[in-house]
């Protein structure tokens, strides 16, 4: 079993490090990862009773029907009805999932190099602030979480 709730809470803290230290890319990498582990924690709490906190595969049956998202908000958001509906009421939380998933609306191969060059050589990147973007999500996400009741079952 992964302990996702303790994984986000430390990717938390060292994406927030990495963001002070002027590590903009390493920060809005690991932010990305930061906010995985959040809703992959949400999916396991909404869990029933009883059942175990792993994902269902081909060889395992954990007496519950979700797999893992992998990488992907919106596969994860939808493995989490309740969470789901909830985050649709909140297009500013919509755009930040997406900007986190899709920065400057580049595929995943270009976007960090994207970034990288534009922070190396002193340009804008597209987005105004990428980093502030992924330190917004991860801040706000917790009170979104504790803030709707039944949003964990």
């Not at 595969?57 to 919106?74: A, C, E, L, V, Y």
């Not at 493995?79 to 930040?96: A, G, I, Y």
């Not at 105004?128 to 803030?147: Q, Y």
């Amino acid at each position: 079993m992964e302990d996702y709730q303790a994984a986000f809470l430390e990717r938390h803290r060292d994406s927030e490090t990495l963001d002070s230290s002027a590590r903009k890319v390493a920060a809005m990498h690991l932010g990305g990862v930061t906010i995985e582990c959040l809703l992959k924690s949400m999916i396991f709490a909404s869990l029933p009773k009883g059942a175990k906190r792993e994902w269902k595969t081909d060889f395992n049956n954990p007496q519950h029907t979700i797999t893992n998202p992998g990488h992907s908000f919106q596969d994860a958001l939808k493995r989490h009805n309740k969470l789901h509906d909830r985050v649709q009421k909140f297009p500013q939380v919509m755009k930040w999932l997406n900007t986190v998933e899709n920065p400057n609306n580049q595929p995943t191969f270009y976007r960090y190099a994207r970034c990288i060059l534009s922070l190396t050589i002193g340009r804008k990147s597209r987005a105004k602030n990428p980093t502030k973007n992924w330190l917004n999500l991860i801040n706000l996400a917790p009170d979104v979480r504790s803030n709707h009741k039944g949003v964990e079952n």
